[in-house]
C-alpha cells in the first residue's frame, strides 16, 4: 500500500536551515505528484510546495517562497524539502502526500483542513530562538 514516511525536522533557531525527506514505497513513484503540507499550532491545513511526476515544475505558497526548495529524486523515491532562513512561524508539523493529479494536490487542505484523513506521522519543525 501507499507509504509515506517523513523525517529531519528538529529544532533550529530563526535563519537557521533544516531539510526534509519524504520516502515513499507502495507505489510508482515517478507517476504521482508530490506536495509538502504543514500544521502549526493552533491553525489549519497549509499547502507549503508541490511538485509534479518529473519535478519540471514547482509551486509554493507565498509564505514559503524564496525561503524553501522543493525536489524529487525519482531514483531513491524520495521527495526533499530544503528549509533556509527559518522563521518562527514555520514551526509547524510537515506532512508530505502523493497524487496522479498535481491538482488535487492544491485541493487537499480544502477537503481536509484538520488532517483527518490519511496522513503519515508528519515531522516536527521548531523554530525557536
Known amino acids: 500500500q501507499v507509504q509515506l514516511v517523513e523525517s529531519g525536522g528538529g529544532l533550529v533557531q530563526p535563519g537557521g536551515s533544516l531539510r526534509l525527506s519524504c520516502a515513499a514505497s507502495?507505489?510508482?513513484?515517478?507517476?504521482?505528484?508530490m506536495g509538502w503540507y504543514r500544521q502549526a499550532p493552533g491553525k489549519e491545513c497549509e499547502l507549503v510546495a508541490t511538485?509534479?511526476?518529473?519535478?519540471?515544475?514547482?509551486n509554493y505558497a507565498d509564505s514559503v517562497k524564496g525561503r524553501f526548495t522543493i525536489t524529487r529524486d525519482n531514483a531513491k523515491n524520495t521527495m526533499y524539502l530544503q528549509m533556509n532562513s527559518l522563521k518562527l512561524e514555520d514551526t509547524a508539523v510537515y506532512y508530505c502526500?502523493?497524487?496522479?493529479?498535481?491538482?488535487?494536490?492544491?485541493?487537499?487542505?480544502?477537503?481536509?483542513?484538520?488532517?483527518?484523513?490519511?496522513w503519515g506521522q508528519g515531522t516536527q519543525v521548531t523554530v525557536s530562538a
Open positions: 502526500k502523493a497524487d496522479r493529479d498535481v491538482l488535487e494536490l492544491f485541493k487537499l487542505c480544502l477537503t481536509d483542513p484538520q488532517f483527518l484523513g490519511s
Open positions: 507502495g507505489f510508482t513513484f515517478g507517476s504521482y505528484a
Open positions: 511538485i509534479t511526476r518529473t519535478g519540471g515544475s514547482t
